[in-house]
Structures are given as C-alpha cells and as structure tokens.
C-alpha cells in the first residue's frame, strides 16, 4: 500500500513537471524562430524596407510575410517580390515547424544550403527567379512531406539528385530555365503525385526515361529547349491526365504513335516543333477533341495534309509549317472547308511545306478571329481569295508561292495589318493605292512578281513602316517623295524597276535606315548631298542608273556603312578622300563611271581590286605598285609636281615683292609676260608686234609660246591652256592637276596682259595685282 501511494505521489510529480516544462520548451522554441528571423533580416539588404515591422518588441507572429502556429512558432515565411538580397542564411533551418518558404522573385544569391533534416515538415519550397548558384541540394529528400519544389530562373548547375524521386507527395517540381545537365533519373517515375514537371531550357541529355509513363498524374510535361534525343516514349501519351505536351527545341525522332490520340482526352496543348520527327501524322489526333494549340512545326513530317477541323473544333493555334506535308486542290477545299468550324481560330501556319493546287473559296471564310495567316513557301496556283472578313489580321504572308492575278484591295482594309508579304509571286497588274488606312504596318514586301505602274503615293501614309521592298518588279515613274518622310524606314529596297527621276533631297531625313538599294533602275541627276544625313546606313547601292556629278563626300560621315555601290553609272570628279575614313567600309565598287584624279590609299582602298574601279580611264595611283593591281596608271611623284609648283611660284613671289616697290603697273605687266615667255620685247619673233599683242594674238595656245623650262624634268607633254583657264588637256598626268596647272597659268598670263594694257583704267590695282598674286601662289604650293 505504501508502494502505491509512492509510486501514485512521484508520477504526480514528474506529471506536475511535465506541465510545467512544456509552456518553457514552447516559449523557448517561439523565442528561437523570432531570433531567428530578426538575424535574417539583419542579413540580407531591404531597400524597399519591407520588412520595416520586425523588430524585437512586437510578436513575430504579426510581422509581414510571418505566419505562425497556435503555439507562435513560425509556419510561413512568404517574402515574395521584394527586391530583397543577400545570402540565404543556413540559420534558417532552425524554424523547425516551417511548411512553406517562398523568397522568390527576389535577388537572393549563393548556394542553396539550408539543412532541409532540420525541415522535417516543409511542405512547400519557392526560391524562383533569384540569382542562385550551386546545385540542387539531395537533402530535399528528407522532407518526405514536400508537395512543390519551384527552383525556376536561378543558375543552378549539376545533375537533378536521384534521391528526389522518393518524395511520393511531391506535386510540383519547376526547375525550369538554369543551367542544369544530364539525363533525368528513373527514379521520377516514382513521382506518383506529380502533376507538373517543368525542366525546360536546361542542358539535360540523353533519352526520355519509359519510366515517365507512370506518372499517371502527370497534368504538365514542359520538357524544351534541351538536348534531349531518342524517341519519345510512346507511354507518355498514354496519360489521360496529361493537359500540356511541350517537346520542342529538342533532338528527338522517330515516328509518332499510330494511336495518338486516343489516350489524350484532356490535351489542350501538344508542342513538339523544332525537332527531328518523321512518318505521318495521325488521323487519331483528332480525337483529342479539347486540343486548342497544335505546334508541329519544323520537323520532317509527310504525307497528307490532315483534316484537322474535322475534329479539333476548338483550335486557336494551328502550326505544321517547315514540314514535307502534301496536298492538292481536291484535298485543299476539304482542309479548308472543315477548318471554317474552327470558329475561335487565330493562328494559321502552313508555311513550308509542299502544298499545291488552288485555294477554294471557303478560304474566305475562316475564322473571324484569325490574327496571323501564313501559307507562304509552298506551291499553291491561282488567284488569292477576297479577304474581307479578316479584320482582326495582323499578319499576312503568301510569298513563295505561284499566285497570280492582282494584289486583293480588300488588303486595305485590314486596319490592324502590320505584316504583309506577298513577294516572289506572279501578281500582276498596277499596285492599288489601298494604304491610307493601314498605320499599324510595318513590313511590306511585294517584291519579285509582275507588278507595273507607279509606285502608289498612300504608301507614305505608313508612318510604321521599317521595311518596304518592292525590287524585281516592272514599276516606272519617279519615287513618291512622301516615301523619304517615314522616319521608321530601315530596309528601303526598289532594285531592279525602271523607275525614272532624281533622288529626292528628302533621302537624308531617314537616319535610322540600314538598307537603301535602287540598282538597276532610270533613276538619274545628282546623289544628294544630303544622303550623309542618313547616319546608320550599312548598305548603298545604286549601281546600274544614270546619275551623274561628283559622288558627295558626305557619304563619308555615315559611320556605319559597310557596304557602297555605285557602279554603272556617268558619275565623275574625284573619289572623296573622305570615303577612306570609313572604318566598317569592307565592300566597294565605282567601276564604269567618268571618275578621275588620284585614288585614295588608305581604308578600303588598301585591299580593293582592279573590279572596283575598272572602266574609270582617268583615275591615277600614285603607289607604283597598287597601280597595276588597280588596273590604273600611276600618277605623278610629289617631288616632280612640287617642282614645277616651285618654279611657277618662285617668279610669283618675285612680282609681289616688285609689286611693292614699283608703281607702273603697265612695266609690271610686261616684266610678268617676260618672265613666262622667256623673251624680251625686242625679240625678232615679235615681227613689229608688241610682247603684250604677241601674247593676246596667241592666248588660246599659251602653252606655246611658255618658257619650256618650266616643265623640264615633269611629266607634261603638249597641252593648250586657254586664258580662262577652260580648255586643256594633257596625257601621262591626272586631269586634277593638269586643271590646277592650267588654272594658274591662265591667271598669270591674263594678269600679265591686263597689267599692260595701253589705258589706265583697264588695269588692275596695286591691291588687286596682289591679292590675286597671292591666290596663285596659295594654289600652286598646296599642290
């Protein structure tokens, strides 16, 4: 009795103990969790001071982001979008009861080093798009309650861990967009709760595992953008509770199951572009009957073009271009004539396959809501169906086909049309002037077909456009001018018309163009000077017209220009020393023009060949050695020029100082011819003539009666040099110099003559006399 009521007084003690101990261990446990986070928070850098109400007085269990059990211990800690950084703190592990820690979208770095042991009850952990390195930690597996693991845009290294595949109550597990590798481990297959799988835009490898067709919860398979190869698994598409399919970007082949379909009641989505695939698609497809967006694009495909409205009614996306796909007229009206049931269809791509036949008239009516219809780079014949219905188009490509018959004006009423190609056609006929109402448009190309007539002027209602081509067509008249006000123009491309007229000064108003080409056309007059206010072109080509003048050296300021024709044309003058300043310049042709004077020798000029300049007689090189290669002659040395410069100069700077020194201007006059002419005006060669009537009698072949020492020892044969300085020609020389030679010569005699001159008031002054004199001088000495 005695050992009753002793054992029944110490179980009453140790129970009163108990009761005492519990309340302590829980305020120990809640004092830790909020230590815990106030070290956290000292941690880590708060810019927005979000965390502006944890601190040491309040409860933790009221602080934002904080959630906590009825005994305080914390249970949640969501800090989501924050702009918080730092280091994750292993501290973090001592929240023992934590179940959900999301800190993503945040600028969190480092590894991933909590220890998850610690964290037996974590049911949830997000740490996506943060700057995370390292891999994923294995330890993840000791929270056998974890239902999401979202790890997506970090950069995360390494294989998936094998362990991970114990967690039977895993959901979710979004690694998407790191830079994990290898294959995924077999071990997922264990995964029997899984229903979202998202290991897109990794490096993994190897072959999808068969054991993924366990995963009979599976709603999400978002797999692309690896390098995933093999066939796929023809068990995957035996998960009926399968929702989205994405495969692309990946090198998966082999042929589709026979049976596609028939298991899939629930597929909305089924991606599996950008691969290697092959046979022919399905017919059992169609009983997918809830598929709303179809990608099989970019594969290699064949067969028949399948009838895809029969069944999938509720299609908004329908991509199969860049396949080998078939189909003919008979076939083309049955495709067409299911896919009007498609009533909520928006995208339609058919591009690059091996279509053929004509387009029936139930074309036209499709789907209202169709936003992007491409059918380009097939083999479709015939005309192109009336478009009316189509208001909502944003996107409309035809090129590449064999369409024929005129561009459907109903196109101008397409008022959200941005994209519009119909190149490399056989459209005919004039181009409607349809484009006051498209403002939105920003591409259009009716290059290579039959078009003719004048290019409309609407098109410079297009204040969007970046790229208007219409080349390889027979369109005549001048360029609408209003073409040059579309600030946003970047490719401006009329090669290959016969297009007439000048080249609109408003052509430098166009500074963000990248492209302009008007070869092979009529277009004539001078390039504008303005063209230089054209600052980011890379590319112009006007070869094969009919301008003339010089070529603007303001072509040199545009920095960016890599590439520079203007071949076949009448251009002359100078090659602008300016065009070797332009660094990016690595293509070059001026061949057949009237081009003259020296080449210049750096830039461009240093690695360009005989083709580049050929058909130009007058253009001269004054590297002996280039001058071959360039298939042009050499110019004259500097030395020989200064020379001759010297020698004209010299007498020039004598009649100054003379000048200043003596005032009969007529004994000016004379001694300047004397100078020249080397004779006095008692030389027996004047036959009773004055010096100043022997010079007038023979003043339109100067170069006769000129001292010939003047050109001793220089490249000069005989040449006539009138006393305007207009009419002269010379042969071993660039007709540069020849014409500055002649210039000062001319002026000196003139000056000479009208210095002696029998009246007064027909001779210069002393100022005059000077000035001039110096002007001569200045020229001569910069040659």
């Given at each position: 009795m005695k050992f009753l009521n002793l054992s029944s007084l110490l179980f009453f003690n140790v129970l009163i103990t108990v009761n005492l101990f519990i309340p302590r261990l829980q305020a120990l446990d809640a004092n830790t969790d909020k230590q815990?986070?106030?070290?956290?928070?000292?941690?880590?850098?708060?810019?927005?001071?979000?965390?502006?109400?944890?601190?040491?007085?309040?409860?933790?269990?009221?602080?934002?982001?904080?959630?906590?059990?009825?005994g305080s211990r914390v249970q949640s800690l969501q800090l989501s979008g924050l702009e918080l950084s730092g280091i994750i703190p292993p501290s973090l592990s001592n929240l023992t009861s934590l179940q959900v820690l999301d800190l993503s979208n945040n600028l969190f770095y480092g590894q991933i080093s909590l220890d998850f042991l610690k964290l037996p009850l974590l049911r949830q952990i997000i740490l996506a798009q943060n700057n995370l390195y390292g891999s994923i930690p294995g330890g993840l597996s000791n929270c056998h309650d974890l239902e999401e693991i979202t790890l997506y845009t970090n950069h995360l290294t390494g294989a998936l861990p094998y362990e991970l595949g114990n967690l039977s109550r895993l959901s979710i597990f979004n690694v998407a967009m790191n830079n994990l590798s290898g294959a995924i481990p077999p071990t997922y297959g264990n995964l029997s709760s899984l229903t979202m799988l998202c290991l897109a835009r990794n490096n993994f490898t190897n072959k999808l595992p068969n054991e993924l067709g366990r995963l009979q919860n599976l709603q999400v398979l978002q797999l692309s953008e690896n390098y995933f190869t093999g066939e796929i698994p023809h068990s995957i598409f035996n998960i009926s509770s399968l929702v989205n399919i994405s495969l692309t970007y990946n090198y998966l082949v082999g042929e589709l199951p026979t049976d596609l379909g028939l298991h899939l009641p629930n597929l909305t989505g089924l991606y599996l572009a950008q691969n290697m695939l092959e046979g022919e698609l399905p017919s059992t497809i169609l009983n997918a009957s809830l598929i709303q967006d179809l990608d099989l694009s970019s594969n290699q495909f064949q067969g028949s073009l399948p009838l895809f409205g029969a069944g999938l009614h509720g299609l908004v996306k329908l991509h199969v271009g860049y396949n080998n796909l078939t189909s003919t007229t008979d076939l083309n009206f049955q495709f067409f004539e299911y896919l009007t049931n498609c009533l909520q269809l928006e995208v339609l791509i058919l591009s690059g396959n091996n279509l053929t036949g004509q387009l029936p008239k139930s074309f036209a009516n499709l789907s209202t809501h169709l936003t992007e219809l491409c059918i380009d780079d097939n083999f479709f014949t015939g005309g192109f169906p009336g478009l009316e219905k189509f208001v909502n188009l944003i996107a409309l490509a035809i090129q590449q086909n064999y369409f024929t018959g005129q561009i459907p004006k109903s196109v101008g009423k397409i008022l959200q049309l941005e994209r519009y190609s119909m190149n490399d056609n056989m459209f005919s006929g004039e181009i409607p002037d349809i484009f006051d109402n498209l403002p939105r448009l920003f591409m259009l190309r009716m290059d290579t077909n039959m078009l003719y007539g004048k290019i409309p002027g609407s098109i410079a209602q297009c204040q969007s456009l970046t790229t208007l081509v219409l080349a390889g067509n027979k369109l005549d008249g001048s360029i609408p001018v209003g073409i040059f006000g579309i600030p946003t123009l970047v490719y401006l491309i009329f090669a290959d018309n016969a297009l007439t007229g000048p080249l609109p000064l408003e052509v430098g108003k166009l500074e963000q163009l990248e492209s302009l080409d008007f070869s092979n056309n009529r277009l004539s007059g001078h390039i504008p000077q303005t063209i230089g206010g054209c600052s980011s072109l890379h590319n112009l080509v006007l070869a094969n017209n009919t301008f003339n003048g010089s070529i603007p050296n303001t072509i040199g300021k545009i920095s960016a220009l890599e590439s520079l024709d203007l071949s076949f044309n009448d251009l002359s003058g100078q090659i602008p020393d300016e065009l070797a300043d332009l660094e990016l310049l690595n293509s070059l042709n001026l061949s057949f023009n009237h081009l003259e004077g020296q080449v210049p020798r750096n830039g461009v000029f240093v690695n360009i060949s005989c083709n580049s300049l050929q058909g130009n007689e007058n253009l001269c090189s004054t590297d002996p050695e280039s001058a071959p290669k360039l298939g042009i002659s050499t110019c004259a040395t500097n030395k020989k020029n200064k020379d001759l410069a010297i020698k004209i100069a010299v007498p020039i700077l004598c009649s100054v100082v003379l000048i200043c020194a003596v005032f009969c201007f007529a004994c000016f006059g004379i001694l300047l011819l004397e100078i020249f002419i080397a004779k006095k005006p008692t030389d027996r060669l004047f036959e009773g003539l004055s010096?100043?009537?022997?010079?007038?009698?023979?003043q339109q072949n100067v170069t006769d009666i000129i001292d010939p020492l003047l050109f001793k020892d220089n490249e000069f044969s005989i040449y006539s040099v009138s006393t305007s300085g207009s009419n002269y020609s010379a042969s071993n020389e660039s007709s540069n110099w020849r014409r500055r030679i002649g210039a000062c010569l001319a002026s000196l005699i003139k000056m000479g003559l009208s210095c002696a001159a029998d009246s007064p008031k027909d001779r210069l002054t002393m100022r005059e006399a000077h000035t001039k004199l110096l002007d001569i001088r200045r020229s001569l000495l910069e040659l």
């Open positions: 815990t986070l106030l070290s956290f928070k000292s941690s880590i850098s708060d810019p927005s001071n979000a965390l502006s109400d944890w601190n040491s007085i309040s409860s933790h269990c009221s602080w934002f982001g904080v959630n906590c059990t009825k010096l100043a009537d022997f010079v007038l009698a023979n």
